[in-house]
């Protein structure tokens, strides 16, 4: 925008209002300006405010969630854009500079009230200088109505202008202009004193912009920083990736050791398991021993008997009885022991009875029964529907609770026949109950 000087011309009323004319259009013109500075600057603030939002988002990816290279790249990437942003930026914040300065310059020079002509001060300069030249004649209605006898100097008003004759022809010497439309002083004095206000209101907004751009430009250099604590961060992290790696590697050679140890446990185990197999046959000789003892030993037998009653009193409920057949093995399975020994083993029976009733025990008491080798909770489910029970015809096994591999309980025919008629119609529970007065324990071995 340019201002120019002007010297309004004095002798005519057109030329003021020349003048005037020109002033207010320097005055809207200046206000235009003032408004495109001011959305200059909003266009910058727009500019800090985005700035400032990818300063944000450089900061949730400096200390967000991500991590690795690809969020150090795109880190870099961001700052390299807001660089390139604040460059574009700066050379309008230049340009507005410049702008300003020179609007103030041409605001200044405007003409103030004191080095402007007023109406009245043009009137009076008008009619001093044509005051002795002129003489005014009178109004005519229009161009065509003026006198044809006419003298030189002789002025008449049509309508809103004055024509005099210089001799020769009528001609036009001013008219009137109506001035309420147009700026007066004071209006002048209050929109340059707008101006000036809007324009000390933008230096002040360019200079806080100035300190926003010093302030960015300083985060700046904090997150070039921090990228490259990033970088160095990766570089650690690489190190123990390394590190992970050995350690891995170290591993699989242990487990590789460790797989060679449990090949020779499998060996040993399967040693193991060929010892047990000969233990099997060792036992199954040492049975043979007792059931050739319990045959031949009439005495035996009758003291076997009375093993039997405090067996059928104890009810096979006590845990520590496998311990107490234990010994009767031991006597048993040496055939030159002494057969008077066995009396020891039943009163310790019989003691153990005592005590067992003592703390509330119940001899003569079942948890379950042994069919066909396998164990059936003694409860209200109907034998011929057990799935072990499989068609057989005879000899149910109870087990005593607690010693399920030992002592087999036998009808007392011993012929393996079922004394209670069809067993579909029985539960276990029945049975038991029907067979307790008919069966003995008998000695057997597994």
Do not use: C
């Not at 320097?26 to 300006?33: H, I, L």
């Not at 809103?160 to 202009?177: H, I, R, S």
């Not at 350690?247 to 060929?274: F, Y």
């Not at 405090?310 to 057969?339: C, H, M, Q, R, S």
């Amino acid at each position: 925008m340019v201002l120019g000087w002007y010297e309004p011309n004095p002798t005519t009323a057109e030329g003021v209002k020349d003048q005037v004319v020109e002033v207010q259009g320097e005055v809207e013109q200046a206000k235009k300006d003032i408004d495109a500075a001011e959305q200059a600057i909003e266009t910058l603030e727009g500019s800090v405010a985005e700035a400032e939002e990818a300063i944000d988002n450089i900061n949730d990816a400096l200390y967000g969630t991500g991590e690795g290279e690809e969020a150090v790249a795109g880190l870099v990437e961001r700052v390299e854009t807001l660089e390139d942003e604040m460059d574009a930026v700066q050379p309008d914040v230049e340009t507005l500079k410049t702008d300003v300065a020179g609007l103030k310059t041409a605001v200044g020079n405007v003409y103030t009230k004191e080095e402007t002509y007023t109406k009245e001060d043009v009137n009076d300069l008008v009619s001093n200088a044509i005051s002795g030249v002129f003489h005014f004649r009178g109004s005519v209605e229009s161009f065509d109505k003026l006198p044809t006898e006419k003298a030189e100097g002789d002025v008449y008003q049509v309508v809103d202008k004055e024509y005099a004759w210089n001799g020769t022809e009528w001609v036009e010497l001013g008219f009137l202009v109506d001035l309420s439309s147009y700026a007066t002083r004071t209006y002048v004095d209050d929109a340059v004193k707008a101006v000036a206000d809007d324009l000390d209101l933008a230096e002040e907004a360019i200079e806080a912009l100035q300190g926003v751009d010093e302030t960015i430009n300083g985060r700046l250099d904090g997150h070039d920083e921090a990228i490259e604590d990033l970088q160095g961060a990766d570089t650690a992290i690489g190190e123990r990736i390394d590190g992970i790696e050995e350690d891995i590697t170290a591993l699989i050679e242990e487990d590789e050791r460790l797989a060679g140890l449990i090949e020779g446990h499998d060996d040993r185990i399967e040693a193991l398991e060929t010892a047990k197999t000969g233990f099997d046959t060792h036992f199954e000789t040492v049975d043979g021993q007792i059931k050739a003892l319990q045959n031949a030993d009439t005495d035996f037998v009758q003291q076997f008997a009375a093993v039997n009653g405090t067996i059928e009193a104890l009810g096979l409920a006590d845990e520590g009885f496998t311990t107490k057949i234990g010994t009767l093995e031991n006597y048993v399975g040496t055939p030159t022991g002494n057969l008077g020994a066995l009396y020891p083993a039943v009163e310790s029976l019989n003691q153990r009875l005592n005590d067992i009733v003592a703390e509330g025990g119940e001899p003569n008491q079942l948890n379950g029964i042994s069919i066909n080798g396998t164990l059936v909770p003694v409860n209200d489910s109907l034998i011929a529907e057990l799935p072990v029970f499989a068609g057989a015809t005879a000899g149910l096994v109870p087990v005593a609770a607690n010693e399920l591999t030992d002592y087999h309980f036998l009808s007392a025919t011993g012929n393996w026949t079922n004394p209670f008629g069809d067993l579909g119609n029985l539960t276990v529970k029945e049975y038991v109950d029907k067979a307790a007065e008919e069966i003995v324990v008998e000695w057997s071995a597994i």
